[in-house]
């Protein structure tokens, strides 16, 4: 079964720079398009990153998305990172069988 | 404007069936899939199925195959899921989710369905 990893959490200062991983367990994650989900407590997720590395209208321009190949990983990278952008961090895809995947979430804490 | 409404909080006795409604507005219904996805208290959200309004045709996670039931009435543009033989371990907020072209991309959110299982 494809599966995604990411990291249990990631913790950067305000103003800083995080980059979050999510890598394929098998074939190529190049292969169907990556979504990155936000998600604060109590609330459903939002999208941030939808096809590998599109926004979605109204949000930043901080937020960016890409994919390396040569790693079978997916990023999210957040730039100039706010205190409002702590929250839980969803990376999701599907396989070859057109089953959803999510990744496990990154915990992201502005400190 | 979009907006997936769902069905109020359930709790349900082991063993028992739960029927959760997600009523869509402000766009065309049979246009676009839905999927289902759950997060159990304090865990990583779970991809449970899709359903294409249209057709209508459905696809399962494998693990809920023979547990799990989606369906629709186009008149009312509202999407069902009916998990059955709960245990404590289906415990957890519901989610359909709205995906834009099949694409697997889930534009738009319903506010979820706390189901709580327990004797």
């Known amino acids: 079964n494809f599966m995604l990893t990411q990291p249990h959490s990631v913790s950067e200062s305000p103003g800083k720079t995080v980059t979050i991983s999510c890598t394929g367990s098998?074939?190529?994650?190049?292969?169907?398009?990556v979504q990155w989900y936000q998600q604060r407590p109590g609330s459903a997720p939002t999208t941030v990153i939808y096809?590998?590395?599109?926004?979605p209208s109204g949000v930043p321009d901080r937020f960016s998305g890409s994919i390396d190949s040569s790693s079978n990983s997916a990023s999210l990278s957040i730039s100039g990172l706010k205190t409002e952008d702590e929250a839980d961090y969803y990376c999701?895809?599907?396989?070859?069988?057109?089953?959803?995947?999510f990744g496990g979430g990154t915990k992201l804490t502005v400190l | 404007q979009v907006q997936l409404v769902q069905s109020g909080a359930e709790v349900k006795r082991p063993g028992a069936s739960v029927k959760v409604s997600c009523k869509a507005s402000?766009?065309?219904?049979?246009?676009?899939?839905i999927h289902w996805v759950r997060q159990a208290p304090g865990q990583g959200l779970e991809w449970m199925g899709i359903?294409?309004?249209?057709?209508?045709?459905?696809s399962y996670a494998q693990k809920f195959q023979g547990r799990v039931t989606m369906t629709r009435d186009a008149s009312t543009s509202t999407v069902y899921m009916e998990l059955s033989s709960l245990t404590s371990d289906d415990t957890a907020v519901y989610y359909c989710?709205?995906?834009?072209?099949?694409?697997?991309?889930?534009?738009?959110w319903g506010q979820g369905t706390l189901v709580t299982v327990s004797s």
């Open positions: 989710a709205r995906d834009r072209e099949g694409s697997f991309y889930f534009d738009y």
């Open positions: 402000g766009y065309t219904f049979t246009s676009y899939y």
């Open positions: 359903i294409n309004p249209s057709v209508p045709s459905t």
């Open positions: 098998s074939g190529s994650i190049a292969s169907n398009y």
């Open positions: 096809e590998d590395n599109q926004r």
């Open positions: 999701q895809s599907y396989d070859n069988s057109n089953q959803g995947v």
